[in-house]
């Protein structure tokens, strides 16, 4: 007989792969840009094994590509504004990860996006921490190799932005999103901070959108101004008066 806490893990391995899969994919995209603005092979390379966050890693080539050398300060700029959202994931996923330094340590790498999805699409505690492990590891190792290979095919594949891979990992996101919107409440958080970042993205330098949209979400949600009124305890039941 299965148990269930097999079936969740077994779900949580299943969720990190085929996010991977996707997101790994997506690197090619990456490794193709990276070198048509300028970086060589192992420039490319080395940004993806050290930086692996990306979106920042998009922004700093974007803005390198429009402005050369000299734009450094500002893609710089643009790529931690990005990378601050992170520092909120730390913070929640700092009780899945559990004690201890190099435990710790070694997670901070791996705490991106994905990860942080896939864990906390999981219920139980042990296949959070599954999730996450599993899909910061392989999206690592993943996105690395298709950083290779897109810069060292660059050329061959012409356009990579024609193959609407950064599609595949939007997909990714929405599949892991969508069980979760189950009431009014999520779907306005959800909503308000999509709208809020497409508004802002034309207009502000990159990571800015992200952040204020992340504002939102959490005045809205804070406020829960769609959800149902908290239920009364047992105690204030018992005292009310017929």
Request: glycine share 10%; charged share 10%; hydrophobic share 55%.
């Amino acid at each position: 007989m299965t148990h269930e806490p097999d079936v969740e893990a077994r779900r949580a391995r299943r969720q990190g792969v085929a996010v991977a899969l996707a997101t790994s994919a997506y690197g090619i995209s990456f490794g193709a840009l990276a070198v048509a603005s300028g970086l060589d092979v192992w420039q490319t390379c080395v940004l993806s094994l050290v930086m692996f966050t990306g979106g920042s890693q998009f922004a700093f080539i974007g803005v390198m590509a429009s402005g050369g050398l000299s734009a450094a300060p500002a893609a710089i700029a643009s790529a931690a504004l990005l990378g601050v959202r992170n520092v909120a994931y730390g913070m929640r996923m700092s009780p899945v990860i559990g004690p201890g330094w190099p435990k710790r340590l070694a997670a901070a790498h791996f705490t991106i996006d994905e990860s942080t999805a896939v864990s906390l699409a999981q219920t139980s505690p042990r296949a959070r921490t599954l999730g996450f492990w599993v899909t910061g590891v392989a999206i690592y190792i993943g996105w690395n190799a298709t950083t290779l290979a897109g810069a060292l095919l660059g050329d061959v594949l012409g356009d990579p932005r024609a193959y609407g891979l950064d599609a595949a990992a939007a997909a990714a996101f929405l599949a892991l999103l969508w069980p979760r919107l189950r009431s009014r409440q999520a779907i306005a958080v959800g909503a308000a901070a999509a709208v809020v970042a497409a508004c802002l993205t034309p207009w502000l330098m990159p990571g800015l959108p992200v952040l204020i949209a992340a504002l939102v979400a959490v005045a809205v949600g804070w406020f829960n101004w769609l959800g149902r009124p908290a239920p009364e305890n047992g105690a204030q039941r018992a005292g009310r008066t017929p």
